[in-house]
């Protein structure tokens, strides 16, 4: 049952083999066994867990099943829950019980499935090991000396580990397919606007986006029709007509043009990484595609441009947890102002703090020329880069990360290091554009590797085909640590 699908899950499932509460139970039993050792959830809370999985069964009995319903899915503890702590990695949330669902959580609830649980995390989706989380690191399951990636990394280690069948993540500057491609799993951050940030606590809204990660493409295409849909209470979420992420999977792939920009496959990548791409890039034309050379040249303006807008941006949002509403407040203080000063220098973490001190710096007047309408005009000609690039290809290809996943502690004391695992990813945020990671092998130390499939605004069927009749064809995403 822990390697099954969500398709199988789902008809054993319509099929009375196995109940929700059968499932759950089982989940939640290998979560006590496993997380004291990963450390993959922040929080389980068995009695909420198992009153859904209940519903969930009431619902399948009354005929009234969904294709998710009665199955357990992990939630990065980033989404607003009912009754839920919800800490997003923090000290300053660490004791907020959110009194609303946000957007995707209520999906998840219409569609019948269960929450197994909030998810470690980076604080507020802020770095790419997982350990800035004030609730302790996580372990890779392949190799518990190596990171999980993040920000999602208890997400990607819940589901590499077999702790839940699926899990919700969210993708800033990569933090959904950079710990999935670490973990040796699959993840898409859809096109910007499609998942709902209502209830999503904000880290830079103009690159979050919510996404799903899973074993397969396939299970990814179940989860996005649950995901994805119009929210009004996002001003950015986009009014489209539904979609069948699931429609395409099967269509072959004869003719597809892949594009290979001369930028990512620079110096940088290291060896094992390549190798890997270039067998996956193979299968890929075994299967009928063909490799089309392309150019992304502002392509590594991407970090510096991500690094001075992200911060900008967290700065804004991050001025709401003052320690008068809700979260943190310091104990003792003199006055207003030293209140402020004391909740927020006492519940923020030292990542945290360097970015609201950039950002605060970069939007400052003086400075606000310099370097954050610098950014925003570059991160235009990045979005130009690609518009052009998709004139001669369908998809464009390239590794999720450079390196296999690094050791713990390795890169913690080195910002800049860290911030250079997102040079492949952050374009994505960038631009807006649909961005997915699969597990394609292993490299140094046998950890994951992972294959970076980019697509056109909105092509996430067409994505998901595209990794699924490679996953038709070989059995990485199989493969599991335990
Ligand atoms: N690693 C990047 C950062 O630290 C991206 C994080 C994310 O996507 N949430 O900002």
């Known amino acids: 049952m822990f390697n099954t699908s969500l398709k199988q899950l789902s008809t054993q499932l319509a099929e009375k083999k196995i109940s929700s509460i059968e499932l759950t139970t089982e989940f939640l039993k290998r979560i006590k066994q496993s997380n004291p050792e990963y450390n993959a959830f922040v929080t389980v809370n068995e009695d909420i867990s198992l009153a859904q999985a209940k519903a969930a069964d009431q619902m399948i009995a009354a005929g009234n099943a969904q294709p998710l319903t009665g199955i357990p899915i992990a939630q990065k503890d980033i ?58 690191i996580v372990k890779n ?32 500057g990569g933090s959904i397919r950079q710990p999935a491609a670490l973990c040796g799993i699959s993840g898409i951050k859809p096109t910007y606007g499609l998942v709902s940030r209502y209830g999503m606590i904000a880290f830079a809204s103009s690159l979050d986006q919510g996404g799903p990660m899973a074993k397969s493409a396939e299970d990814l295409a179940l989860l996005l029709n649950v ?25 072959p792939l004869a003719g597809l043009r892949i594009g290979l920009p001369k930028e990512y496959f620079a110096e940088g990548m290291s060896s094992d990484v390549a190798r890997a791409i270039e067998a996956a890039l193979n299968e890929y034309r075994k299967l009928g595609a063909q490799t089309v050379d392309v150019s992304l040249p502002n392509a590594s303006l991407s970090i510096p441009v991500y690094y001075v807008l992200a911060p900008a941006e967290a700065s804004s949002n991050l001025s709401r947890f003052d320690g008068v509403r809700y979260g943190h407040r310091a104990a003792s203080y003199t006055d207003l102002a030293d209140m402020y000063r004391k909740s927020r220098a006492q519940g923020f973490g030292a990542e945290v703090k360097r970015r609201i001190l950039i950002g605060t710096y970069v939007l400052s007047h003086g400075y606000y020329d310099a370097y954050y309408l610098k950014a925003q005009k570059l991160r235009r000609l990045i979005a130009q880069d690609f518009a052009q690039a998709y004139e001669q290809c369908d998809v464009i290809m390239g590794p999720t990360t450079p390196t296999v996943a690094f050791n713990l502690g390795e890169k913690s004391g080195d910002p800049i290091q860290m911030y250079l695992s997102d040079i492949y990813t952050s374009a994505a945020n960038l631009t807006g554009m649909p961005a997915m990671s699969i597990p394609i092998g292993f490299g140094d130390k046998n950890r994951p590797i992972g294959l970076h499939i980019i697509g056109n605004y909105f092509k996430e069927a067409q994505m998901l085909n595209v990794a699924h009749q490679y996953q038709q064809v070989t059995d990485w995403h199989l493969r599991s640590p335990v």
Do not use: H
């Open 227 to 251: 995901m994805v849909g119009f929210d009004p209470r996002d001003s950015t979420s986009l009014q489209r007509e539904a979609e069948d992420y699931a429609r395409d999977l099967e269509k």
């Open 141 to 172: 399951p392949w190799d518990t000396a190596a990171v999980p990636g993040g920000s999602s990394g208890g997400a990607a280690c819940a589901v590499a580990a077999r702790l839940a069948p699926a899990a919700t993540g969210t993708d800033t």
């Open 79 to 136: 989404f607003c829950a009912k009754g839920w702590l919800t800490t997003c990695g923090s000290k300053m949330l660490a004791n907020f019980v959110s009194p609303y669902d946000a957007g995707v959580i209520e999906r998840f609830n219409q569609a019948g499935a269960v929450n197994i649980g909030k998810t470690n995390m980076d604080e507020f989706a802020m770095g790419s090991s997982n350990e800035t989380s004030y609730y302790g």
